[in-house]
């Protein structure tokens, strides 16, 4: 039988996004599988066992190929056309599967951004992303939060209409997703309603085994809820605020899940898109997978955002958390996946059923989660990568060469290689052109339009986005020669807009000192190795790049005492001194960790222009790019420390030459592999130096 995909009728579709009552579909079919049977629901039957695999995507971020948009090149260790495969293969191996997506899913490579903004997709043709997933059939999926980078109309626009919510069109219809969206936590400003539906309940027939051990088959109702992170409404509050609000997860599933039960859903499986933190649950959490799992009805949770694994089977496994069960694959006893990022895994739920004569019933301890990955080591140390599936590359080919034709567009040349590999310990490289172009573009603002703000300072952070975090190949990497589009891209990663916030001295201070916790607290006495990058994501270590600011930070002192020597041009700063700081509308809403005013509160101009446009203009007006003009600015130091041992880090492969260039003299290569699997090199860096 071929796979049945959900594609072939829109219409249906297109009402179950405004009716959240409606059931998808009612299917007398079985989930992956055909043939007769008895179909029955009857007592006779209690007692019968079958096996639901949920299958899960999740933060595929737009990556249909494995193809790497900044480097022109095959990048075999992402990309949705392997997950694919993945797909296929756990079709063929389990009687009944379901396959959802988790969100993050139409943004995050040059495709997207084509297809968004460059040359937008018309309404009667589906986004490339979903009509990749369409060759799949996927039953349901959930929105992430860059699935509202776009903004609102664009959103309702690929999902195929039917949004109510200010400045929308909800009559449009359009060619839509291809598969039902749940969200039950944002509300529309409009309708006082969910922006779309919160749930669905599926109908479908499953492949059991009765008590005499012969197949039996019986209908299943299957309730899918989705949720997001309420951070949409700081990070997207341009097209966002005065029309959605946010509610907590446990609050939203505390509402629906009874309704599902309600509605005859014999199981109910949260699409997440968020993971875990182990702090108090807040309506207003990240990650709030912990407490999600709590609410009662939920038999299974899949989640994603945070680009981790669950279950993890590292020797040192991460979600190190009471109630996370990494063997059992459960949280608080509840099967679980996470499935990375990027189509790099597919996460798989076992879900063990149990007919009781009326409904099924979830054994919970009997079900299992796994992660299935794309790539693997083989018993000698090789690494084994799973084809990609050849229907999917030729679904997307017209709009894939469009994109790689956009981002080949020149705009200037470099002298130098401009990387992150060695952001970290000092290298401004990669960096220091973002920072440029913020604050050229903020002062000259600034100077046209705020008059009140013209005789402060403009200064200007940025950060590594690219630091090594999904392997060797994450960094930030330009080669000296022409730069094209995708180099700028390559620069700022991410669709952030340009926002200007005013802060003092003081602040700038604790702004540093937050950024620093990128760093572990070094033990000068210690003989052992110990490594210098801690947890805190490379996005966030903020640094200046200019003459004017300087600064050291001392890793041997606990986190929030390690910003020594900062001066403004050449004197210690004033805290009460104020200053614009150009940023991101990301760290300028959501960095109240940072200090108070990045809660968007110090914000004195929100722009509508995006950072990576920014830089690309920057570029075109300044097309000779060197490495004295635009990445030799160091603003920091380490402070100096006399360290008993190695202090080692990772960074890219083999790469010290990229070091020296900079002129980081006090960075040794110890070791070609540093044993991570990851394609990365162990380095040591000299603190007396």
């Not at 409606?22 to 096996?51: E, F, K, M």
């Not at 509402?255 to 993971?275: F, M, Q, S, T």
């Not at 220091?432 to 339009?449: C, H, L, R, T």
């Not at 004017?548 to 890793?555: G, P, R, S």
Request: charged content about 15%; hydrophobic content about 40%.
């Amino acid at each position: 039988m071929p796979e049945r995909t959900l594609r072939h009728i829109p219409s249906i579709l297109h009402l179950s996004r405004r009716t959240a009552t409606l059931s998808v579909l009612a299917l007398a079919a079985s989930l992956s599988a055909c043939g007769g049977g008895d179909g029955g629901g009857n007592n006779s039957n209690a007692g019968a066992t079958a096996t639901l695999a949920v299958l899960e995507t999740t933060d595929l971020h737009f990556n249909v190929r494995s193809y790497d948009y900044f480097k022109l090149a095959e990048d075999k260790s992402y990309g949705f056309e392997r997950t694919a495969t993945l797909v296929r293969a756990a079709r063929k191996e389990f009687a009944n599967t379901l396959l959802v997506d988790n969100g993050d899913t139409i943004q995050g490579t040059a495709v997207a951004d084509y297809e968004a903004t460059i040359s937008p997709i018309p309404c009667t043709q589906q986004l490339s992303m979903y009509k990749a997933m369409g060759a799949l059939g996927f039953d349901a999926g959930t929105l992430g939060n860059h699935e509202f980078n776009y903004g609102l109309p664009f959103l309702n626009q690929v999902l195929g209409g039917g949004l109510e919510v200010d400045g929308v069109d909800a009559t449009r219809k359009c060619a839509g997703a291809g598969f039902p969206m749940v969200l039950a936590n944002v509300i529309s400003n409009k309708t006082q309603k969910p922006l779309v539906q919160p749930y669905t309940v599926l109908e479908r027939t499953l492949v059991a085994k009765g008590t005499d051990g012969k197949e039996v088959k019986l209908p299943i109702k299957v309730g899918v809820i989705g949720f997001t992170t309420p951070g949409i409404m700081n990070w997207d509050k341009r097209y966002l605020e005065g029309k959605v609000t946010t509610q907590g997860a446990v609050e939203a599933a505390t509402k629906y899940v009874p309704e599902l039960r309600a509605k005859g859903a014999d199981i109910v499986i949260a699409l997440l898109h968020g993971g875990m933190d182990s702090a108090a649950y807040s309506p207003t959490m990240e990650n709030p997978g912990l407490h999600l799992s709590k609410v009662a009805g939920i038999d299974a949770m899949v989640m994603g955002h945070q680009h981790g694994v669950f279950p993890d089977t590292a020797a040192t496994p991460g979600f190190n958390m009471p109630g996370v069960d990494h063997k059992a694959g459960t949280v608080n006893g509840v099967p679980a996946v996470m499935a990375s990022s990027w189509g790099k895994a597919l996460g798989v739920v076992q879900l063990a059923l149990q007919w009781d004569g009326a409904k099924w019933v979830v054994n919970k301890s009997a079900s299992k989660s796994e992660l299935r990955n794309i790539q693997n080591k083989s018993a000698s140390g090789a690494t084994v990568t799973v084809d990609a599936d050849s229907t999917i590359a030729p679904l997307v080919e017209v709009q894939h060469q469009a994109a790689i034709q956009y981002v080949k567009t020149p705009i200037g040349q470099t002298d130098f290689r401009m990387s992150t590999l060695f952001a970290d310990v000092g290298d401004p490289g990669a960096i220091q052109i973002v920072n440029q172009a913020q604050q050229a573009y903020v002062a000259a603002y600034i100077k046209a339009s705020l008059p009140q703000h013209a005789q402060l300072p403009v200064l200007s952070v940025s950060a590594p986005f690219k630091s090594g975090f999904q392997g060797g190949a994450d960094y930030t990497d330009v080669a000296v020669g022409p730069l094209a589009i995708n180099n700028a891209a390559d620069l700022y990663l991410y669709p952030n807009t340009v926002y200007a916030v005013k802060v003092n001295g003081g602040d700038i201070k604790n702004w540093l000192e937050a950024a620093a916790k990128r760093f572990n607290q070094i033990d000068p006495a210690k003989t052992g190795e110990q490594q210098l990058i801690s947890t805190f994501p490379g996005y966030n270590f903020d640094m200046f790049t200019t003459p004017d600011v300087q600064y050291e930070i001392d890793v041997t002192q606990p986190v929030g005492s390690r910003i020594k020597n900062l001066t403004y041009l050449g004197k210690p700063i004033d805290v009460a001194q104020e200053f614009v700081i150009a940023t991101n509308n990301y760290r300028a809403t959501s960095g109240k960790s940072f200090i108070d005013k990045l809660d968007g509160s110090g914000t004195i101009w929100a722009s509508p222009d995006a950072n990576r446009d920014v830089v690309i203009d920057y570029i075109r007006k300044n097309p000779a790019v060197t490495r004295a003009a635009n990445g030799a600015a160091k603003s920091w130091r380490f402070a100096k420390a006399a360290v008993a041992g190695p202090v080692v880090f990772s960074s890219g492969a083999n790469a010290l030459a990229v070091a020296q260039a900079a002129g980081l003299a006090n960075v040794s290569l110890l070791a070609a592999d540093d044993g991570s699997g990851k394609g990365t090199s162990k380095y040591a860096v000299d603190l007396s130096k």
